[in-house]
């Protein structure tokens, strides 16, 4: 049966000097070749890579983009990408007028009509999506979906497998608890909390939590494609934009200009309002309530960035007190708080500024470790102040900067101090926290938790983490058994989780940046204690420690010079 008209659309582009900084000597894209059908779908793709600029032109690349186009049509017609079958298109338009002359005698050899003129306007449709070149693949072959068509299992509608070959495989693997008969029932259990994971209360709720949520066209359509937000999509920062490679403190620039929520703008109006002049008078336990208070519509997506500093806040004022009363951390004038494994949080970094104005009574200092984090930015810090709009940097101690918010605290001045350990945590040297918080941690899929799981169990700190799904907190619950024979709290969703789904390689599971939060339980400490109560340990020495009675013979301490002599 006849396929609708077929599109063939073509793009010269070359990468400037002003793409990401790499070791590496950047790769030119000249050609970006596209067959898509009447609604955007893409059927094929090529691209036409060049390692010099200059001939990236268009003149010079059109005799040898024609047997390209050719052999990506053939392709796309044997081999539709994401649509399975072979397909032969009634008419084929191409977007560029020398292609359309050159294909003229070539397309009629594969029984397609060409049409008449080249279209007007370059590009695919609105259906054309970032998300459409993101291929699913069989969990257990890992075929492509271009490849083959994928299906859910029919029990618990988690899995993705290109058949039944495959499905059976999965159910019968070894042992018993890696294999689907094992874990289908538990899937499907987590996938009865995609709706209440989807409860939210923002405007544009039900499009960012649809399975084929497209982040990339919501974000260009608020023109949020810019500072921190080219962080969460595939979108680059436009032509001179600034940018800050990770590691070259990127935020001195910015806190010259006193505006720390600067690189969470978007083009166009302030996203974040100025700080209330009161301080929060109740715990937000909601994004409703937080958003409320802050003066932000339900319509912005500002939740997307602030679900770091948001999570925090969460932790401390709700999640500590309930689970650790004994630590009294609300009364705290001061926390020391590390945070593990960091990633893409340190390159939000500035987002943390908004703990000042949620607890403006608290000094913080936020320690990032990790062997992730860039090496030359390790052992860096810098402060950031809220009484004063001057700016200093002292070699050596890394970034004193005080910004100015719109309003001026009054009583004695609160900082956050941010500092970098680029090295795994184990490694980590220094005073025991006050708290330790790991986002999106993954405990399984990096080795350097294994060394670090024991060094927390060692410090007997609180330590809450956070998972995008509930099957990573299964995972990590079991991390920490083998890691140090403790384990987790049940998990928790999340209040402060980001609106925006996340898409799954080989599942259809609802994922959420900070979904779920849990806190490690360690494994109680072996003997009588010793490590939970040093002090009746500690002082017991204390009498005959002192191996100084010389000097005692020698002072006015007589009743205790009588003391010795009678023993």
């Not at 294909?103 to 590009?123: D, I, N």
Request: aromatic letters at 8%; glycine letters at 8%.
């Amino acid at each position: 049966m006849p396929a609708p008209p077929v599109r063939l659309l073509t793009s010269a582009r070359s990468t400037g000097p002003g793409t990401r900084d790499t070791e590496a000597a950047p790769l030119h894209l000249s050609c970006l070749l596209l067959v898509t059908d009447e609604h955007g779908t893409i059927l094929g793709i090529d691209l036409l890579m060049d390692g010099v600029q200059e001939s990236a032109g268009r003149g010079s690349g059109t005799e040898n983009l024609v047997p390209r186009a050719y052999a990506l049509l053939c392709h796309s017609m044997a081999c539709p990408m994401g649509s399975g079958d072979p397909r032969k298109p009634r008419q084929l338009t191409v977007g560029d007028a020398q292609l359309h002359r050159e294909l003229e005698s070539l397309v009629p050899r594969l029984g397609v009509k060409l049409a008449k003129t080249p279209m007007r306007t370059w590009g695919p449709r609105p259906g054309f999506t970032f998300a459409s070149l993101r291929a699913r693949t069989c969990h257990v072959c890992h075929r492509h979906s271009f490849e083959v068509k994928l299906t859910p299992c029919p029990q618990c509608n988690a899995v993705l497998y290109c058949g039944e070959a495959c499905l059976r495989a999965d159910w019968r693997r070894c042992p018993d608890d890696v294999s689907h008969r094992f874990w289908c029932p538990r899937l499907a259990a987590f996938m009865e909390r995609a709706g209440e994971l989807a409860t939210l209360p923002f405007t544009y709720t039900a499009e960012v939590t649809s399975e084929t949520f497209n982040k990339e066209a919501f974000l260009a359509s608020r023109g949020l494609t810019r500072g921190y937000w080219t962080q969460i999509s595939m979108l680059i920062p436009g032509p001179g934009t600034p940018r800050h490679p990770r590691g070259s403190t990127p935020f001195l620039s910015l806190l010259l200009n006193g505006d720390p929520y600067q690189l969470l703008q978007g083009y166009g109006p302030a996203l974040m309002p100025p700080v209330p002049l009161e301080p929060p008078r109740c715990l937000f336990g909601s994004w409703q309530d937080y958003y409320s208070w802050r003066g932000l519509s339900l319509d912005s997506p500002m939740a997307v960035l602030l679900t770091y500093p948001l999570t925090v806040y969460y932790v401390i004022t709700h999640l500590v007190p309930q689970s650790f009363p004994e630590l009294n951390i609300q009364n705290k004038q001061s926390l020391k708080i590390h945070v593990v494994e960091a990633g893409k949080e340190f390159d939000l970094v500035m987002v943390f500024w908004e703990l000042l104005v949620l607890l403006p009574h608290v000094a913080l200092e936020l320690q990032f470790v990790g062997d992730g984090l860039p090496p030359e930015s390790d052992q860096q810090h810098f402060t950031l102040q809220r009484d004063g709009p001057e700016v200093s940097v002292r070699p050596g101690s890394g970034v004193s900067a005080r910004l100015s918010c719109g309003t001026k605290e009054k009583g004695s001045r609160r900082d956050l101090q941010i500092k970098v350990s680029a090295r795994p945590y184990h490694l980590l040297q220094g005073p025991k926290p006050d708290l330790v918080i790991g986002f999106n941690s993954g405990f399984g899929l990096k080795d350097t938790w294994l060394s670090s799981l024991p060094r927390l169990q060692s410090l007997r700190v609180p330590a809450f983490f956070t998972e995008s799904s509930e099957y990573g907190c299964v995972m990590d619950d079991q991390t920490m058994a083998v890691a140090t024979g403790g384990g987790t709290s049940p998990p928790q969703p999340n209040p402060f989780r980001s609106p925006f789904r996340l898409r799954a390689a080989d599942n259809c599971m609802p994922w959420y940046c900070n979904a779920f939060i849990f806190h490690l339980v360690y494994k109680p400490p072996q003997g009588s204690g010793a490590r939970t109560a040093p002090g009746p340990g500690a002082p017991a020495p204390t009498p005959a420690a002192p191996p100084a009675p010389a000097r005692r013979r020698r002072g006015e301490k007589k009743p205790g010079r009588g003391a010795r002599r009678r023993r």
